[in-house]
């Protein structure tokens, strides 16, 4: 599911509407999920360990400013003040309905945990388990 507007009148990019002609099907994004995580494995690999750094989701939702910090070090750029206040105005990635919702810090979404039944998680485990927990992930 892309991340968009909790208003359901300002998703897709603030025009309404669920994108549902867009989706993927389970499987055919659990498969998308391996393939793009496994290329930038490959990529990964290519690099010397000073050129990348790892960002876990769930560390930028917990720690914000600590994580932000360790990526304006290592991108070697001054940190952007308030860089953690999204409501600060001006920041907002153009075409998504989120720049719509009035939040003011980073919060973790984690409704995969009660949105996705038995079924789906078979079908990520069997597509992506082993790599899943390579990455840490239960």
């Not at 919060?107 to 996705?116: E, M, Q, T």
Request: glycine share 10%; charged share 30%.
């Amino acid at each position: 599911q892309l991340a968009d507007a909790k208003d359901p009148h300002l998703r897709g990019g603030g025009m309404g509407g669920d994108r549902y002609g867009e989706r993927l099907s389970f499987a055919d994004a659990t498969w998308e999920w391996r393939r793009s995580t496994e290329e930038a494995g490959s990529v990964i690999r290519t690099l010397s360990q000073d050129q990348w750094i790892e960002v876990h989701y769930e560390d930028l939702c917990a720690r914000p400013e600590e994580t932000l910090a360790r990526l304006f070090h290592f991108l070697d750029v001054a940190p952007v003040q308030d860089s953690t206040h999204l409501g600060s105005g001006g920041k907002h990635i153009i075409g998504n309905g989120m720049r719509f919702d009035m939040a003011s810090e980073v919060l973790l979404d984690d409704r995969w945990k009660s949105n996705l039944g038995a079924k789906e998680l078979r079908i990520f485990d069997e597509i992506a388990g082993p790599l899943s927990r390579r990455l840490g992930y239960a």
